[in-house]
């Protein structure tokens, strides 16, 4: 009977491959919890930010904040956090929200041994050509270069002499709120400061009000609204970024470069046509100091900050106007009262309305156009804020919290609101850094909501469910329908 031999094996490292990625793999595995577990520490107990006060997950990572953000729900999710929490909190590992006022000074005021605390260029969306425009421009010699060849274009001067330019369209705005009787404040509004911005600044209209509809390159600016927080964290992580530049649908590429190729070519055939009237680049090419990419992108910026922002307070305000009627009273005597005929309604005549002007106030502050707040970054070095020292890096906001009121009188010295704040409202942000446009703005109000209530008697049957809408960086407004009443046998 034969016996079956067995031979002993040898086992050896190279045999054995399995046994080398168990090893390996239990070796990632520890060195991931120990990373993890130190970030955690370090985030929670040793970080520099770790005595404000917040959520702790917030304190670990981002992702609530950009859940909120992608749902639409940044504003009331940062509410809740102060309501909780108070007038300063952290929400992310690096970032702090205020609600004080001397935090507008402190973060976006340029102050006497203190650095500057530049905008968060991640909160704006890349220019397609690489070059940042005036929002975008950190660097402090070039943003001041930038701003004196712009600003020069809004001076109150020069707005003066496109008051023309001005009346034209309020006019437009009157004419189609007659011929319609009932129709949708918000897009009328969109329709106007589209129009006017184009027309400032191509020298040419997009024909909107005369249409009644969005232009093509308009509405694809506001089909892409919703995108907006995504294209932030997108920006905000360096790896995503890279990652996305890889998978970006083709669709998406060539609707980005389609937009920023239509500003070029009116840019580019003002520059080359000129123009009869005086526009802004009349300024801006006698500054000699844009090049013509850096033209481009401040085009660009122009159609966007321009034009939603201004959109959004007139059709805010005037729901707001709504849903307090006596508020609308007060407004429409003093408007009616003043001006016995439309010739008397100029930039010069309407700009004393203190009342019309307390209610435009009051609808900022209420109803902000941009209300996800505009972030800076704490300079190199740090710097102080509200007597604490934030550190270099920081991502900070300041928001406002006041009531929901809507009460213009707070603006005209009733005493029921001497103890107001008024250093928390500043919709056009502060310091060298605040909007070039502000100047416009202030124009394009008042003109528009005096001729709208000097000619109508406006009503509208919406509710304070209006105000429940999302925000992606600005508000996602639902339409608002309102009832155009003509008064002019008044005349």
């Known amino acids: 009977m ?25 070796l990632l595995a520890t060195l991931s919890i120990l990373i993890s577990g ?72 340029v102050r006497k041994g203190m650095k500057e605390n530049v905008k968060e260029v991640g909160f704006h969306a890349p220019s397609a050509n690489g070059v940042p425009n005036i929002v975008c421009q950190n660097d402090v010699a070039h943003h001041a270069r930038l701003r004196r060849a712009l600003l020069p274009a809004f001076s109150e001067k020069a707005l003066k002499a496109q008051e023309p330019l001005l009346q034209k369209y309020a006019d437009l705005v009157i004419a189609r709120a007659r011929q ?68 970006e649908p083709k669709a998406v590429t060539k609707m980005r470069h389609d937009h ?62 709504m849903a307090n009627r006596d508020k609308m009273k007060t407004l429409t005597d003093e408007v009616r ?28 502050r209420v109803y902000p156009p941009v209300p996800s707040g505009l972030p800076r970054i704490v300079a190199e070095g740090g710097n102080s804020i509200l007597g604490r020292w934030v550190p270099a890096g920081t991502n900070t906001t300041s928001l406002l919290r006041d009531p929901d009121k809507f009460v213009p009188e707070r603006w005209l010295g009733d005493p029921v609101y001497k103890d107001d704040n008024r250093d928390a409202h500043q919709p056009f942000s502060a310091g060298t850094r605040n909007c070039l446009g502000i100047n416009l703005a202030w124009h394009e109000m008042r003109l528009m909501l005096a001729k709208l209530v000097y000619e109508f008697d406006i009503e509208s049957d919406a509710g304070p469910d209006w105000l429940d809408q999302n925000v992606y960086v600005i508000w996602d407004r639902k339409p608002l329908i309102c009832r155009f009443k003509d008064t002019t046998p008044r005349e």
């Open 260 to 321: 920023f190729n239509h500003t070029v070519m009116r840019v580019n055939r003002r520059l080359n046509q000129g123009s009869e009237k005086q526009d802004l680049w009349d300024f801006i090419l006698e500054s000699e100091t844009l090049t013509l990419k850096e033209m481009h992108v401040n085009a660009e910026l122009f159609m966007a900050a321009g034009t939603e922002t201004t959109a959004s307070l007139l059709t805010g305000l005037t729901h707001y106007l």
């Open 180 to 247: 319609a009787t009932e129709l949708d404040i918000s897009e009328l509004m969109n329709f106007a400061t589209f129009d006017i911005m184009a027309d400032f600044a191509f020298g040419e209209s997009l024909h909107m009000l005369e249409k009644g509809q969005y232009s093509d390159w308009v509405a694809k600016v506001f089909n892409a609204i919703r995108i907006l927080p995504l294209v932030q964290m997108i920006e905000f992580y360096p790896l995503l970024k890279k990652i996305f530049a890889l998978i």
């Open 337 to 364: 009262t003043r001006f016995s005929s439309k010739d008397e309604i100029t930039l010069e005549n309407v700009a004393p309305l203190r009342y019309l002007n307390a209610c435009i106030r009051e609808g900022m």
């Open 38 to 109: 130190s970030y955690l520490i370090c985030s929670l107990y040793l970080h520099p930010l770790r005595t404000y006060p917040g959520p702790k997950l917030s304190a670990i990572t981002r992702i609530p904040y950009w859940i909120a953000c992608l749902k639409g729900d940044q504003v009331r999710w940062l509410t809740k956090l102060h309501n909780q929490y108070g007038p300063v909190v952290r929400f992310g590992p690096d970032d702090l929200s205020y609600t004080d006022a001397q935090a507008w000074k402190d973060i976006c005021l």
């Open 2 to 26: 034969s016996s079956l031999q067995i031979e002993p094996v040898t086992v050896r490292r190279h045999d054995t491959p399995v046994l080398d990625i168990i090893a390996l793999t239990r």
